[in-house]
């Protein structure tokens, strides 16, 4: 036995991370990428109450028409139409289209967590349904 410590094997994190998934062709990639970067295509969340305010959808409950931007409402009158918090209480949560959770965990889970939040709700309430399904079916086994 030598008395030598024999140096660690260091690998960089760029060859342990699997490269992100591609979108089929280049202009779903650039349509992708566009969305991502322009900040009037954002969702925004209320911090006081989980509200979603989305572009697409506008609010009628206090008269902002679809595709208004959140930079264009006016911070001096708009309030979250369910709590009344003020603009400031508002943050990015990125576009529609965005996988939920942190950047650095999204290669991880099967593939799920690259899935937007509402393909991961189908998923959790469709496996439930089919679940339940499968039971009521144990009745007519006799």
Known sequence: MSDEKQPLEQSSVAETVEAP????????ASAVLAEESDPRTHRYEC?????VYDPDEGVKKVNIAVGTA????DALTFRCPVCRSKV?????IGPRTKASGF?????????????????????????LALGFAFFLSLYSLR
């Open 70 to 73: 959140f930079a264009d409402i």
């Open 103 to 127: 950047e650095e965990n999204l290669n991880f889970g099967l593939g799920v967590n690259r899935m937007t939040p509402g393909q991961k709700n189908v998923l959790i309430f469709g496996s």
């Open 47 to 51: 911090r006081s109450c989980g509200f």
């Open 21 to 28: 998934i591609e979108p089929a062709s280049a202009e779903a």
């Open 88 to 92: 400031a209480a508002f943050r990015d």
